[in-house]
């Protein structure tokens, strides 16, 4: 048994929230160059220049890349072997995300659902544990913004549609949010499992590297094809019209019932951030 | 690309110069305001009560931006989504509100109101937070402190960066675009 201090774990959110917020990922910074080589339209190329100042900025001045510092979307790995001391895991990563967000001058964005009183701290963060084997902890914050995440859509398709279901699906969803979730985007898609576990296999698609396809050659294909669609749109960056939509597409399957064919599909903006650490 | 430059607050004259499309420089003062902060100036409009800002010829940037670092007159501040405002739109535009700072499209009723009234409708690059934040000079809360990021905010701004999208005579930036780069 490997012991780890809850204060550890409050310490380490801390850290992965403001890093999460002030400094854009290698491969996004790689992905947004080769968008703005891409882009055709004049407007839109400026568009990615500008994106592409503004995270230089972000890291060099150490501030949030976008004023939306998101919910705290955290996603635990607990190896069986660790034992957590010294309070309990839930309260020491909410701690963190209430640290973090207030150390980082990040905006406080979680409020009451029909009150909208704000809670003050960004907490709760959204929190999704798995047991792995081992005696490690890893844990990953996601900063995820409000406006892409308000473009994203959960349906139960039925067997028949198959995999252009899947494809139609994804790509009008994209299509029909136009400028709202700040393109050009990243897509996760979720396909299989139940109701709620496709929606989070979307969400966890988008931890995926972007410019890394899924290990399945038939998902690697249909994250192209659907790549590929999205892109013949013309929504462009911000929406004012171009030829790079989406920079990203990953999709995540596992099976499902035999009567079901769930899919979702959860939109990132060009701030697509995340952080993770292995304790 | 060249851009125009403009001072605020603008008469209805100067917005109906505007067409989609056009870059622009904003310089002068700004409020702030999304969400809640529209709900309450809504419910006042109801009410008939007088608002706690003059809005007058006013732009409304749509933003909540992060907390001031030490020295610094405001956080990273790039635009929120226009839509969730649309309801309240038309009405502030009635009251005398020049125009929206925003991003993302706006429902008809809001761009009838924009024709009607000679109004207009900007976006800035949304996600640009922190690029954005360097052409915001000072910032001071002007009403509703209690509602913290959503509170509103009045802005000074010089060369702040926009791009309109729907102008006075009926045009769609966002539609004209999108419309230019599509593929069969």
């Known amino acids: ?279 | 690309m060249s851009s125009k430059k403009i001072r605020t607050p603008f008469g209805p004259e100067v917005a109906r110069t505007l067409r989609a499309g056009d870059r622009v420089l904003l310089t002068g003062t700004i409020l702030t305001g999304r969400d809640a902060a529209h709900k309450r100036l809504f419910e006042l409009l109801q009410a008939g009560k007088p608002f706690p800002v003059d809005i007058k010829d006013m732009l409304i940037y749509y933003v909540g931006p992060s907390p001031a670092k030490p020295g610094r007159p405001i956080g990273s501040a790039g635009p929120t989504t226009s839509l969730r405002m649309d309801p309240y739109a038309p009405a502030l535009m009635e009251a005398g509100l020049r125009g929206m700072i925003g991003k993302g499209s706006r429902a008809k009723l809001v761009k009838d109101a924009i024709v009607k009234y000679g109004g207009v409708y900007f976006a800035a690059v949304g996600g640009a937070a922190a690029l954005i934040a360097k052409s915001i000079k000072a910032a001071k809360i002007v009403a509703y402190e209690d509602l913290g990021p959503e509170a509103i905010y009045q802005l000074e701004v010089e060369d702040f960066p926009v791009i309109v999208i729907n102008d006075a005579e009926g045009n769609d930036l966002y539609e004209q675009g999108v419309a230019e780069y599509k593929r069969a």
Not at chain 1, 41 to 66: F, H, M, T, W, Y
């Open chain 1, 1 to 279: 048994m490997r012991v780890i201090e809850a204060g550890k774990v409050t310490e380490e959110v801390r850290r992965l929230c403001i890093e999460a917020n002030y400094f854009l990922g290698e491969d996004m910074e790689k992905a947004l160059r080769e968008a703005a080589d891409t882009e055709e339209s004049p407007v839109g190329k400026d568009i990615l220049g500008q994106i592409i100042e503004n995270a230089r900025i972000a890291r060099e001045e150490q501030c949030p890349i976008c004023q939306d510092t998101g919910t705290a979307v955290v996603f635990v790995e607990l190896g069986q072997e660790v034992h957590i001391t010294g309070g309990d895991f839930v309260t020491a990563i909410n701690e963190g995300v209430r640290q973090g967000y207030k150390d980082g001058y990040l905006r406080k964005s979680m409020c009451h659902p029909f009150a909208r009183k704000n809670t003050g701290d960004n907490t709760p963060a959204v929190i999704y544990t798995d047991i792995v084997p081992g005696d490690r902890l890893k844990l990953t914050v996601v900063a995820k913004g409000g406006g892409s995440e308000n473009m994203s859509a959960v349906k139960m398709l039925t067997p028949a549609a198959g995999k252009k279901g899947v494809k139609d699906f994804v790509v009008k969803t994209v299509v029909e949010a136009g400028p709202n979730p700040c393109p050009p985007v990243v897509v996760g898609v979720g396909v299989g499992g139940t109701f709620e576990k496709t929606a989070l296999l979307a969400k966890k698609a988008l931890l995926r590297e972007v410019g890394v396809h899924s290990p399945d050659p038939e998902l690697a294909q249909m994250e192209a094809e659907v790549l590929e669609e999205i892109n013949k749109s013309g929504v462009g960056p911000q929406g004012l019209g171009g030829r790079v939509t989406a920079m990203w597409v990953a999709i995540e399957m596992i099976p499902c019932h035999i009567a079901s064919f769930p899919a979702a599909v959860n939109i990132n903006c060009h701030v697509a951030r995340h952080k993770e650490v292995v304790i």
